[in-house]
Structure formats: structure tokens, C-alpha cells
């Protein structure tokens, strides 16, 4: 009719509102659309299906028809040469659809109406060809389903002319596609055993044409899910398409890009996808779920924990991998590949050191040699490693902590020696750890926690903040202040809110919690007289139990031990008591406290000072800063003057009066150290 309508009006005005039977002769002749894609039919490994090769092997994965291959043709026509929607107009009756339309398809392609009826299924939303993504029907539901059109979008047509680039946004919501042969991984041997059992079963089933199991790898942050996941698809010679939870990109989207370019999709970090709390997830993962099952691509789900899977997805079996958090030995094995790998020198003990004390993730480690041979450079990265660690260790506790960067080291601090041998166990408890609860087997009869918690019990500015400064500095740890102000609250369950998400920040790096007066929280449980009791009570219970679960250093410090709740002090590994500094012991400290480049008058008398005035090592800190200001805007050397000045301005401070008579000498006991006024200046703080 068309053609009747073109041959009376003969052109002229009505040129291009309709198409002249000329015209329809040309485009009859185009050139045959597979021959316009990657080559020739012939050489594309279909030889009897008529295919191109790319679009046979779509339709062999995904078990396609000949009808629906035709379909997918009749759509990509219009991308190669827009002048097949002239030929689709003409064909259609009707200019306004240069398009091709499921009514066309039906057209051209079936012979009866009873095969139109049955072809029809193709195009329903949950055919193999709309849930792989692969062919989509503009319009709405609305319009009656023959006259909405066929398409194809940019990506399945790159694909079919040969291009293999990842879709953009699988790219942009983070997905990345891993090829290649994958990283050594780190498994204990049992774990390794039932991942190479788990790789045979599955590659076996894949290879048999079957729809494999989903396998659902499972375990804490860092414990190498991903890595995991990397080795499975590697396993059945596919790279893997690993994709983070994004409910914003279409479900089907992924699978279809894991079809394009016959990988293994991965969706890591599902757990929200199955907690079934969010509605816009549950529609995700349908979505998902029906994708998969139209492309028949192999599914693996990263998670963290596997308590709310269910037992079949997208028609298959689920199968698990558990995987355990990385120990000592683990990290060290990832510590020495890692190091090997950029041609670093790194013995067992150094690895075994870094993984003891730092709790890197295996990305982590890789991270921190890296990092440690850009900054070391030529000149024995190996000594960037532990700086390159500590900084990917470093964790932020918000408003309920602030990280003290340590000043001190052995050389500062001046303790009994009864407290120097209790500090130095600590840190042997922290570098022997490997060797006790690995080597020696103390693991098989006592839980193998690196929970170390301890008390450091002392008046004020005896060493118990400079202690725990002095062991991250050993030990290379971080060190946080915990902030009790902001950790305790009046409102029942917040405190205990507060105290769970200190550890859970701090678990990661293996940071040493300081709690700075420590009473004012852990202090002793009361009788139970009303419900703030009780709850008071469970506070105290509460930390008992977060500081046996963490893993590292835990440090609580109390100016009055007499307050903290004993059954509480008995569960705690080591107990340390600071005492107050004698005049040996105040004497090096003054010695230590005072910077060499300090320029020290004649008269100063370091043995007197130490010896008539009883102070702690904090107080004797404040006096040496506040006697080198008051020389200072003279440029002179510190006097004694200058000492026993700011003696006096500290003692004020701590509300402790000393007397005095007329005169400075006699004031401070400079000029004669037996006469009454001396005692009477140092009476009842200075000893005797």
C-alpha cells in the first residue's frame, strides 16, 4: 500500500512524508547486518546457527532462540545505518516509528498467528532477554505490548561490534573487573583445604553446564573475602567482576556485564541486601536475583556474616566459605610476600614483629610497603615500614578520644625498679605473644585473646600517663586518650553505647586505650537500692567484658586504687603502683627533666631542691618550664632564684602554702639550710 501511495504521488511536494518505491528498492539492498559486525558469519564460529560469533555465544549462554537473536538483530540495525528506520517505517506502514516494534518482530519472523501467540512470552518482563538487560521495550505498561519499541542500549552494541570496555556505570558505582592471575593467598591449612575442595566441586559443575551453586564467602573485614572470591573465578579461567552494594545501579545491570565479559560477578559487602530492612534493597536483589538466573552467571556474595541467607538464590544452591580473621602468622606470611614482592629484605622475626603488633588487613600490609619504599627510597625502606604500619593503624574515636602522639622513651622516666620490670612485661607479653600461644601450643589449652588489660595505680604525676607513652613508643603503637567526660552520660544504655564503640574503633589498629582517672567510671559496685544501682553496676560488668574481648593493650589509671571495685582489679592482668618519688629518685628526675642546651647559673643546687621539697615528677616538670620562663626575658642563665620562685608559684597552684619569713634567702632556706625558717618553708611539703 505504501508502495501504491509512493508510485501515484511521484514525489515532489510530499518528498519526505512518505518513501518512494525507489527508495525502498535501495534500502532492500543494504548490505546483510552481519557481515556488518566483527566479520564475516563464516569466520565467527557459528557457522550454522547464521550468526555473528559474539551474538551466538549471548545466545548460547543465555539459551536464546533463534526468534530472539533475530529480535536482537532487528533492534541494532538502526545503530549500524539509520537508514533501516526509513526501511521499518515503510515496513510498519506509518513514518512516525522508524523503529522497530514487537509487532514488526511478530511480522517478520513468525508465519501464524498461533506462533505469535507463543512468541509473545519473549518479550515479558521476566524472559531471559529483558532480565539479562539485554533487550529492553521503551514506553510503558501501559500501551499495549506490540507497539512498544525494541531497543538496545550503547553498551550491547559496543559489545557486539567487538569492543570489550566496562560499562561506565559499573565503573562509576565502583565496580572493577580483575583479571589475571591473583595474588598468593593466606589461608590457615584447614581453611585452604576446604577452599581447594570448594573450587573443585564448583569448577566441576561450570564445566558441566549446570547452574553452580552461589558461593557465599564469609568472615570479618580483612580476612581476604575478596581475595577469596578472586581465586574462585580463577579457578574456572574467568576474571572477576566484583561490584559494591549499590542499589542505585539497576540489578540487572551487573550480571549483564559479567555475561558480556564472561566473568564471575561478585557482590561484595552484602550483608544489608539480605537483612530485608529496606525496601529499595529487597528490589535490588530481586532484580538481581532474576538477572542472574537469565544469564546464567556464576554469583558470589561477600559478606560479613551469614545469619540471615537464605538457603537458595536465583534457583541455586547457596555454599559457604568461611573465612577466619587473619592471626599472627597470617599476617606475617602476607608481611613477608608483600615485601618480597617489591624486593625488600624482610626476616621472619621483622614480619612476625609487624604482624604483631600492627593488625593490618592484607591490603593494608600491601599498602604499607608500598608507601615505605616510596619514602625510604635507596636508603633501606625496611626503616619506613614500622612509620608506613603505625599510619595505616591510626584510628579516630571522635568526641570520646584524641590520639597522644608519645613523647618519651626509657630514658625519660624514672621509676622503682619493681616498676620498670612490670613495664617491660608488657611489652614482652606483646612481642612474645606469637611464640607462648603459637609455638609452645599455649593456644590448645588457654584462649589465645591478645587482650592485655592493666591498672597503673599512683598519686598524681608519679608516671603513669608518661609510662603508657613510654610502652606505644616501644611497642609502636598508637596511643589514645579516652575521654571519660564524654563517655559517661547520665542516660541508661549510653555509656555502655559510648564504651562499645571505642573498642569497635580501636579493634582494627590494636591502639592502646588509655582511661585517664579511671575511678570516676570503674569505680566499686554499690549494693542494689534502685534501678541507677543496678544499671551503674552493669556498666562496670559491661567494660570487664569489652576489655577481655579486645584485642590489645588496655590501660586503666587511678590516683586512689582504693576506690576501683576489687573483683574488678583481680580480672585484670598486671597491677602497677606508682609510688611517690623519693629524694633518689626526684634528684634524676630533676637531672632528666632539664633539656642539656639549658643554661644553669652557679648557685643552682639540683641535690637541695630534690632533697627539701617532696614533689611528684609531673610537679618537678611545671618548675623547670616555669623557672626557664622567668629567666628567659632577661637572657640569663636559670638561677636558683629563678627555681625556688616557681617552687613557690607551684606549690600555690596545689593550694599547699609555704611559709615565709623576710628576706628570699631565708624564705627558701638558700643561706642556711638547718636555720628555722628553711623548715618552716618546706614544712609540711618539702621531706625532712
Known amino acids: 500500500m505504501a508502495r501504491q501511495k509512493a508510485a501515484a504521488a511521484g514525489g515532489g511536494e510530499f518528498r519526505g512524508i512518505f518513501i518512494s518505491e525507489a527508495e525502498v528498492e535501495g534500502l532492500l539492498g543494504l548490505p546483510p547486518l552481519l557481515s556488518s559486525l566483527t566479520g564475516p558469519a563464516s569466520d565467527m564460529g557459528f557457522p ?5 560469533g559474539r551474538l551466538g555465544r549471548l545466545a548460547e549462554r543465555c539459551r536464546l532462540s533463534d526468534f530472539e537473536c533475530a529480535c536482537l538483530l532487528l533492534a541494532l540495525a538502526p545503530h549500524l545505518d539509520r537508514r533501516y528506520g526509513r526501511l521499518y517505517a515503510y515496513l510498519q506502514d506509518d513514518l512516525t516509528k522508524p523503529y522497530p516494534t514487537a509487532d514488526l518482530a511478530f511480522t517478520l519472523f513468525c508465519t501464524t498467528f498461533a506462533e505469535k501467540v507463543r512468541q509473545r512470552s519473549r518479550f515479558g518482563a521476566w524472559a531471559p532477554l529483558r532480565q539479562s538487560g539485554l533487550l529492553s521495550l521503551d514506553g510503558n505498561d501501559a500501551q499495549p505490548l506490540i507497539t512498544r519499541p525494541l531497543a538496545v542500549d550503547e553498551r550491547l552494541v559496543a559489545y557486539l561490534l567487538g569492543r570489550d570496555d566496562v560499562d561506565p556505570g559499573i565503573t562509576e558505582a565502583g565496580g572493577r573487573l580483575e583479571a589475571g592471575l591473583a595474588p598468593e593467598i593466606v589461608l590457615p591449612p584447614a581453611v585452604r583445604d576446604e577452599m581447594s575442595e570448594l573450587q573443585r566441586r564448583w569448577a566441576a559443575e561450570l564445566a558441566a553446564g549446570e547452574l553452580a551453586p552461589v558461593l557465599c564467602v564469609v568472615g570479618p573485614p580483612g580476612s581476604g573475602r575478596r581475595l577469596a572470591a578472586r581465586h574462585l573465578a580463577a579457578t574456572v579461567g574467568r576474571p572477576l567482576l566484583c561490584l559494591p552494594h549499590a542499589p542505585a545501579l539497576p540489578g540487572w545491570r551487573a550480571p549483564r556485564e559479567a555475561l558480556l565479559q564472561d566473568a564471575v560477578l561478585c557482590v561484595a559487602d552484602a550483608d544489608a541486601l539480605f537483612e530485608g530492612l529496606e525496601a529499595a534493597a529487597a528490589a535490588w536483589l530481586n532484580a538481581l536475583g532474576g538477572a542472574v538466573a537469565a544469564a546464567r552467571v556464576p554469583l558470589i556474595f561477600t559478606l560479613a556474616n551469614a545469619d540471615r541467607l537464605p538457603a537458595t538464590f536465583a534457583g541455586r544452591e547457596m555454599r559457604l566459605l568461611r573465612l577466619p580473621a587473619a592471626g599472627v602468622e597470617e599476617r606475617a606470611r602476607i608481611w613477608m610476600l608483600e615485601a618480597r614482592g617489591v624486593g625488600l ?3 621472619g622475626d621483622q614480619s612476625r614483629l609487624l604482624a604483631t603488633t600492627y593488625r593490618l588487613t592484607g591490603a593494608q600490609v600491601r599498602d604499607a610497603v608500598g608507601r615505605a619504599r616510596l619514602l625510604g627510597g635507596s636508603r633501606r625502606p625496611q626503616a619506613q615500614l614500622v612509620n608506613a604500619a603505625r599510619a595505616l593503624s591510626t584510628v579516630s574515636l571522635g568526641r570520646l578520644g584524641q590520639e597522644v602522639a608519645p613523647r618519651f622513651a626509657w630514658g625519660d622516666i624514672v621509676v622503682p625498679a619493681e616498676v620498670a620490670d612490670a613495664l617491660q612485661e608488657i611489652i614482652r607479653r606483646v612481642r612474645h605473644h606469637p611464640r607462648v600461644f603459637g609455638e609452645w601450643g599455649f593456644d590448645r589449652r588457654h584462649a589465645p585473646s591478645r587482650s592485655l588489660s592493666v591498672l597503673f ?3 598524681s604525676g608519679t608516671g603513669k600517663t608518661m609510662a603508657a607513652e613510654v610502652i606505644a613508643s616501644e611497642l609502636g603503637l598508637p596511643l589514645y586518650r579516652v575521654d571519660l567526660s564524654a563517655v559517661v552520660s547520665k542516660y541508661i544504655g549510653e555509656t555502655e553505647k559510648n564504651l562499645s564503640q571505642i573498642f569497635a574503633d580501636a579493634s582494627s589498629s590494636g591502639a592502646i586505650l588509655f582511661f585517664d582517672e579511671a575511678d570516676a567510671l570503674f569505680g566499686k559496685r554499690s549494693d542494689v537500692r534502685d534501678s541507677h544501682d543496678r544499671y551503674a553496676n552493669m556498666e562496670v560488668s ?5 576489655m577481655e574481648d579486645y584485642d590489645g593493650i588496655v590501660v586503666l589509671a587511678s590516683n586512689l586504687r582504693q576506690n576501683m571495685d576489687e573483683a574488678f582489679v583481680r580480672r585484670l592482668h598486671l597491677a602497677v603502683d606508682f609510688p611517690f618519688p623519693d629524694a633518689e629518685a626526684r634528684l634524676e628526675i630533676w637531672r632528666r627533666t632539664l633539656p642539656a642546651p639549658v643554661p644553669l647559673a652557679e648557685d643552682v643546687d639540683l641535690p637541695f631542691l630534690a632533697r627539701r621539697f617532696r614533689l611528684s615528677g609531673g610537679n618537678i616538670r611545671n618548675v623547670v618550664v616555669t623557672a626557664a620562663f622567668l629567666a628567659a626575658p ?3 642563665a636559670v638561677s636558683m632564684h629563678h ?14 602554702l609555704l611559709m615565709a619569713t623576710d628576706g628570699d634567702s631565708d624564705v627558701y632556706g638558700i643561706a642556711n639550710e638547718s636555720s628555722p625558717t628553711v623548715a618552716a618553708a618546706t614544712t609540711p611539703w618539702a621531706a625532712p
Open 634 to 636: 632577661d637572657g640569663s
Open 643 to 656: 627555681f625556688l620562685s616557681a617552687i613557690r608559684r607551684e606549690h600555690q597552684k596545689m593550694g599547699k
Open 457 to 459: 595505680s599512683g598519686p
Open 542 to 546: 559491661y567494660l570487664l567484658q569489652r
Open 48 to 52: 550454522d546457527s547464521g550468526h555473528a
Open 345 to 347: 629484605g624482610l626476616s
